[in-house]
């Protein structure tokens, strides 16, 4: 939470600095925000979907060791 909330600050601070140095600049960016996060969206998502695949084939391969009593850092991993 305190991540994101630094991380709205410093975007907001940005585009207030945008805004007193070129304001038709600041409204685009303001206007062409939202189209750009859609237009990135199904990227994330991509990536969040293999990011689950990676983690699902990691743990289906180190099944046999962690059953077979492996060490605590393989777990910890």
Known sequence: MKDSSMKMLILFVGWCILLVLSWPIAFLVLI???????AVLPFRLVGITFEALFAFLRALFLLPARLLGGSRSARRA
Not at 32 to 38: K, N, S
């Open 32 to 38: 062409l925000f939202p189209i750009v996060w859609l």
